[in-house]
């Protein structure tokens, strides 16, 4: 009964009124009888038993209630079509709110290439899609870095902080806080119009509820997360709990993880600085279009032909593994065990690489990487290693290398074998050169064996979705480390010797 009355005060507080009421009413007709016998006055008394006798009805209604509330309760909290509802209706208000705010945007110098609208996309919720065709290549938003909340390096630098601005950090508070919306609205719009209109929009759009992401996780999750490659997101979210604690005092702990967890699973990176972009962070992780920046604005471009309603999608990550993405933004996706970002390429003609399968869905050249799947063995083969190595291999090559790597079978073939011609002696030397790179990414990303060990025996406590994510990724990454060393001694070998020497040399 007292577990009831928690939970259901609300709907039993009547009776108790009612209960004490009574009481008070008996009490008083007690005292006024005492009085007209013109006795010594005598304080009113009640037994027990009385308190039973007229208690009795009222106690059995605010049981009837409290068991009303309880099972109503768990009635909301289990029945799909009422959740469904509140969903609608939350999305509902979301969708309104974006779609303020790229009319906002739009006004002040953002470009919506092409008519954008907010829907609801099943597992990926909230997601934008184009109302009229779209061609491969065809840019469909972009926003100036001028309307970005992002990171500032120098208050970074001076204040010992995580450079999180403090303007940011109001946002987002005054985000998690309804009542405080409209006197929020209005001090930025006092403050600068444009600013002030976009920022009060984009509060409204964001999520009440934060994603899966290591925010909202146990200590056991964070601690194995802390023990991996992932551990500097740990880091940073402590410091950035810590710096709303020193510039916001007043804010409450949920606050401050909520406003952190925004960040952390809406931000994305610009210009080599990491910000929240209004609008932006309602396009879902996927791979329809991709994301270009520079210092001067952000835009989104189709990866390939899209019909009128479809969804456009662009990858979060540079390099999204499941354990990155689901520590960061909450979710795994299709993504895989393990992906290696590389870096310092020179710009290649696409052409010949769209020929050989190699396209912008198989190797984007504005981010490339290598994306690592173990089977359901746990295993990567070695052909499946050579395989993922393929597009890069061939964006290294020059065309007429290409044409030669591609003619003659080179790029297929299994690095063990013969002696190579001469002629593809310059094109096993690039061979080389990723293998090499990749390997040693690889191994540089793992952990020592110690650490390994470690975070299996951490990872017996943590989710079973993080923990799996994790341990697949530093699989995943000790076999590219040993299969690519024996791929690169086995390709060595196959290159004549004088050419071994001058390339020694």
């Not at 030669?404 to 002696?425: F, R, Y």
Request: a neutral charge; proline letters at 5%; charged letters at 25%.
């Amino acid at each position: 009964l007292t577990h009831l009355f928690v939970r259901n005060v609300h709907s039993i507080a009547p009776s108790i009124f009612l209960l004490v009421l009574q009481q008070i009413i008996h009490l008083k007709i007690m005292g006024n009888k005492e009085k007209k016998k013109k006795k010594p006055p005598v304080e009113p008394t009640i037994t027990l038993s009385q308190i039973g006798l007229y208690s009795l009805p009222l106690f059995f209604f605010a049981v009837v209630s409290a068991l009303y509330g309880s099972f109503k309760t768990k009635i909301e909290s289990t029945d799909p079509v009422l959740d469904n509802h509140a969903r609608l209706e939350n999305d509902r208000k979301r969708t309104n709110d974006a779609l303020s705010l790229l009319e906002s945007l739009v006004e002040v110098g953002a470009v919506q290439h092409v008519p954008l609208n907010v829907s609801y996309f099943g597992e990926h919720g909230l997601g934008v899609h184009a109302t009229q065709p779209l061609k491969h290549g065809e840019p469909i938003f972009s926003i100036p870095t001028s309307f970005m909340l992002c990171e500032d390096p120098q208050e970074k630098k001076e204040a010992n902080s995580t450079g999180l601005p403090r303007k940011l950090l109001q946002i987002l508070w005054a985000a998690h806080k309804d009542n405080r919306a409209k006197s929020f609205k209005s001090k930025y719009t006092k403050d600068d119009n444009d600013v002030g209109k976009i920022m009060f929009h984009y509060v409204k759009s964001l999520p009440s509820d934060c994603p899966s992401n290591i925010v909202g996780r146990s200590s056991a999750d964070i601690q194995l997360v802390n023990i991996s490659m992932h551990g500097w997101k740990v880091q940073r979210m402590e410091a950035e709990l810590l710096d709303i604690k020193n510039h916001l005092p007043s804010a409450k702990e949920t606050e401050s993880l909520w406003a952190v967890c925004m960040f952390l699973s809406r931000a994305l990176t610009q210009s080599g600085k990491v910000c929240m972009i209004p609008f932006m962070d309602m396009f879902n992780h996927g791979s329809t279009a991709h994301h270009t920046d520079s210092a001067e604005s952000s835009t989104i471009s189709a990866l390939r032909d899209l019909k009128p309603g479809e969804e456009v999608t662009f990858t979060y990550s540079h390099s999204p593994s499941r354990a990155r993405l689901l520590t960061s933004f909450g979710f795994e996706g299709d993504a895989p065990d393990a992906s290696i970002l590389v870096t310092g390429l020179e710009k290649r003609n696409m052409t010949f690489m769209e020929n050989a399968g190699c396209g912008l869905q198989q190797f984007n050249p504005s981010s490339p990487r290598v994306d690592l799947k173990l089977n359901k063995n746990k295993r990567i083969t070695k052909s499946a290693m050579q395989k993922t190595l393929r597009c890069l291999r061939l964006y290294l090559y020059t065309p007429e290398e290409a044409i030669i790597a591609l003619n003659t079978g080179h790029l297929d073939a299994a690095w063990e074998g013969d002696e190579v011609a001469e002629s593809l002696a310059g094109i096993v030397t690039k061979d080389l050169l990723a293998i090499e790179t990749i390997g040693q990414m690889c191994h540089g990303a793992v952990s020592e064996e110690d650490r390994v060990k470690l975070q299996m025996e951490s990872g017996l406590l943590a989710s079973d979705d993080l923990r799996n994510a994790i341990a697949d990724e530093t699989i995943a990454l000790m076999q590219c480390t040993s299969l690519l060393r024996d791929g690169y001694d086995a390709l060595q070998q196959r290159i004549p010797l004088h050419i071994l020497q001058h390339m020694k040399t």
